[in-house]
């Protein structure tokens, strides 16, 4: 057992990796050697135990595809997992250091954005506590996404050089490289037999490199793998240009190679970008569907079997083209016909959706595709023939064919693509299952409603509760009678027995000042910002986009700026308004949106008539870790993004979990959770999404909305003048008022607004604040993310 191996066992260990890899003593190691130290050690036990583990090979395995992995730091949940965090802990003491600025020195990984990056990360962690056999595959970007920097109050993004530091995580397997094919010629040849082969030439070839990074379950019982991809050229200099002066042109197609893997998601809006995605989405799935086959034919010798031993889960569109990729292998390199490796691939892959939005939906222009990846183009054209045969005998032509079809109007859908084949399709809530049903792909549920389903998104709870917030852990362990909740979170529910206590709110009181006191600490070491602890920390922390509604929330703080300058003597609880989030590179409008709250930040920190009452402060260059140091202290959560919109949410789970009172909209996995809380422990207002639907149709008229209502005139005019930093906001006035103002802000300002002095009211009592505090924690146990992976578990993945 990990757990049983000391705090002396483990700093000999460190001592060693020190003096071995670094050729120094404890005594003149750096914070970032001992850290790197530290990750070697307990990389080294989780090695040997999933060598231990490759000794049982399984029957069925998951095969989970995202391109993102939001994995943040690991050095302390791996030894919280193993049962080594103390050990780790003293041993850092007896060494002399701290264990939090060792914590500190580790980089966070960047192999993610938001949401869908940190979903796969929590479930990478309960596949491996559950002990379902599981592997992750991404890309092992070296950039990751970007570093945010705020620079006269604008987004600017930095590259984040996140691998140097964490090497110490990545163990290369050279010995399993594949080969990844660009471009060329496909030609036609036909065997004795009448059989079609595709003779493919002229092709540039980039070698994929697995870098596998080891996560432990909760227990140490199980290490699961996730494979990061890296992109290298099998052509690493041409000697001739070299031996000629042309020193940059020799390294030329290393260059074009290793861009590949260089950052997540590059700009699109230019055929170069366009070009690059698609490159990273191919060569990922094809690394990855290579590696799978070839380890299925090394374990069951018959590829036939396929499907009956592996499921093949792709987390949102990205992964896509492991469909065609997969008939491409079972046709081209194993021999099959059409018929038997389609009926392999369908009863293999599953997609989850993540979005509500079909103009969200991905698509690329046929033409790259035929450029980029010929025989993969013959073989999607195939399917989409074949498809399009489908829908004509179901449909009997007309419109609902030429929505469904995965090629037309010069464009690929991937979608469509998953729909064809793929046996199960799942969103991401109870609502955003209907919505896929009912609305976003009714024409083929009507058809193949045994396909559909849902699983509700959940949260690593051993992270986002007993590790980021001990202090929390400790009152619900001695509630609760002890740490069982770690493996059943369902037994959170037991703590609403507490909720009349007035000892148990007191504490609950004091916990979460002194994670305030925390978390202000971290905001002036982050950002130099002097936040007020004894203000209530309203939160709003997601990716910035419209449809969040970032910008109705800084609409409301402008009111309450005004407010106080009308009313100087007025009641006022004071507040603090916290935000973080990335804008897309090329997201114009959200970056806008940044630029407004920081523009409000300026002009109400230098407001003496908001001295110590309100507060709004912008975290620079969000991420988990981050995220870490703030839920513990949040204690509003502001999910207010437009009904149906929001396909599930995960944040709003860790701030509930945290103990955060919500107010929101009637969205995403917020419907779940105010089926648990009610009226009395969640604060909802604005449309609902038919009511959002019905709006628009009967014809929504956001400038007459703006001009009947003084309160939203008065905001809307304070954005178009300006603040005190010489910026005015009339470009995303006019999106409002005459832009159709898409997302329904101003339809639903007026009920926020009238929402939040409810909850105000309602929290201005302490006893009252602590109550919903701890009735949160209490409901928030079915959105741990072992529940989701169960669910996957038994109704897709087929695993018992």
Aim: charged residues 25%; negative net charge.
């Amino acid at each position: 057992m990990t757990s049983e191996i000391s705090r002396d066992e483990v700093r000999s260990a460190i001592e060693d990796k020190l003096c071995a890899h670094f050729g120094i003593t404890s005594a003149d190691a750096t914070d970032d050697q001992v850290f790197q130290a530290s990750a070697m050690v307990i990389r080294e036990i989780m090695s040997r135990l999933l060598a231990v583990e490759e000794t049982k090979a399984p029957e069925r395995e998951v095969h989970y595809l995202s391109m993102e992995f939001l994995m943040g730091r690991s050095l302390r949940k791996n030894a919280f997992n193993l049962g080594l965090e103390s050990a780790l802990a003293g041993a850092l003491e007896d060494l002399g250091r701290s264990s939090a600025d060792i914590f500190e020195a580790e980089p966070d990984a960047g192999l993610g954005n938001g949401g869908l990056g940190r979903l796969a990360a929590c479930y990478m962690d309960s596949m491996a506590t559950l002990g379902i056999p599981a592997t992750g595959y991404s890309i092992c970007y070296e950039l990751g996404m970007f570093r945010q920097r705020i620079v006269d109050g604008k987004q600017t993004e930095v590259a984040d050089d996140w691998r140097t530091a964490a090497e110490s995580w990545l163990v290369p397997r050279y010995d399993e490289s594949v080969e990844v094919r660009f471009g060329g010629q496909v030609s036609p040849h036909w065997d004795s037999m009448g059989r079609y082969h595709a003779e493919y030439t002229g092709y540039t070839a980039v070698t994929a490199i697995p870098r596998d990074m080891l996560i432990a379950g909760y227990g140490g019982k199980v290490v699961d793998t996730l494979r990061l991809w890296d992109a290298r050229s099998p052509d690493v200099l041409d000697m001739y240009l070299f031996s000629e002066g042309e020193y940059v042109k020799s390294m030329e197609n290393r260059t074009m190679a290793e861009v590949i893997t260089k950052v997540l998601y590059p700009a699109d809006d230019n055929i170069e970008g366009k070009t690059l995605r698609l490159k990273q989405q191919y060569f990922f799935v094809s690394a990855t569907a290579q590696t799978i086959v070839r380890g299925h034919m090394r374990r069951w010798g018959d590829v036939k079997s396929f499907a009956r031993h592996h499921t093949i889960q792709i987390n949102d569109t990205h992964p896509t083209l492991v469909i065609p990729e997969l008939m491409r292998l079972f046709m081209d390199e194993h021999g099959l016909g059409w018929d038997e490796s389609w009926d392999i691939v369908k009863n293999c892959v599953a997609y989850t959706n993540h979005t509500v939005m079909s103009e969200a939906l991905e698509t690329w222009p046929q033409d790259l595709i035929q450029k980029l990846l010929p025989r993969v183009w013959e073989i999607m054209c195939e399917i989409n023939r074949r498809w399009c045969e489908y829908l004509v005998k179901s449909f009997g032509g007309g419109e609902k064919v030429g929505r469904n079809l995965i090629i037309r109007d010069g464009q690929v859908h991937m979608a469509n693509l998953c729909l064809a084949a793929c046996y199960k399709v799942n969103g991401v809530s109870a609502l955003h299952g209907e919505i896929l049903k009912n609305d976003l792909f009714h024409d083929i549920y009507t058809l193949r409603p045994e396909r559909f389903t849902y699983v509700t998104n959940g949260i690593d709870h051993r992270r986002w509760l007993a590790q980021i917030n001990p202090r929390l852990h400790g009152l619900v362990c001695e509630l609760l009678g002890g740490d069982g909740y770690l493996t059943a979170p369902e037994e959170l529910i037991k703590l609403k027995d507490f909720a009349s206590d007035a000892e148990v709110r007191r504490r609950m009181t004091e916990i979460k000042l002194q994670n305030k006191r925390d978390f202000a600490a971290f905001a002036v070491k982050n950002d130099g910002f002097v936040l007020n602890p004894d203000a209530v920390m309203d939160v709003q922390v997601k990716r910035l986009h419209e449809y969040k509604r970032q910008l109705m929330c800084a609409m409301l703080i402008t009111h309450l700026q005004t407010m106080l300058h009308d009313n100087p003597n007025m009641d006022f609880l004071p507040c603090t308004f916290v935000f973080g989030a990335k804008a897309a590179a090329g997201y114009k409008t959200a970056k806008r949106i940044i630029e407004l709250i920081c523009s409000l930040q300026k002009d109400i920190d230098a407001d003496p008539v908001c001295k110590d009452r309100l507060q709004v402060y912008f975290m620079e260059n969000y991420r988990v870790s981050a995220a870490e140091a703030l839920m513990p202290a949040a204690q509003v959560s502001e999910q207010i993004s437009t009904a149906g919109k929001e396909a599930s949410g995960t944040g709003n789970m860790k701030l509930m979990m945290n103990g955060a009172v919500t107010i929101g909209t009637l969205d995403g996995a917020n419907v779940e959770m105010y089926q648990r809380l009610g009226d009395d422990n969640m604060f909802l207002f604005g449309l609902h999404a038919d009511e959002v639907a019905s709006l628009r149709q009967s014809g929504y008229d956001p400038k007459a909305v703006s001009d009947a209502n003084p309160v939203i005139h008065d905001v809307v005019d304070r954005l178009s003048r300006g603040f005190s930093d010489g910026k005015n906001y009339s470009d995303l006035v006019s999106q409002l008022l005459y832009g159709g103002d898409q997302y329904m802000v101003l339809a639903d300002f007026a009920d926020y607004l009238e929402c939040h002095k409810r909850l105000y009211t309602a929290i201005s009592d302490p006893g009252e604040l602590s109550r919903l505090s701890l009735v949160n924690v209490a409901e928030s146990g079915v959105f741990a993310a072992d529940r989701a992976i169960r669910e996957y578990a038994e109704n897709i993945w087929r695993i018992g």
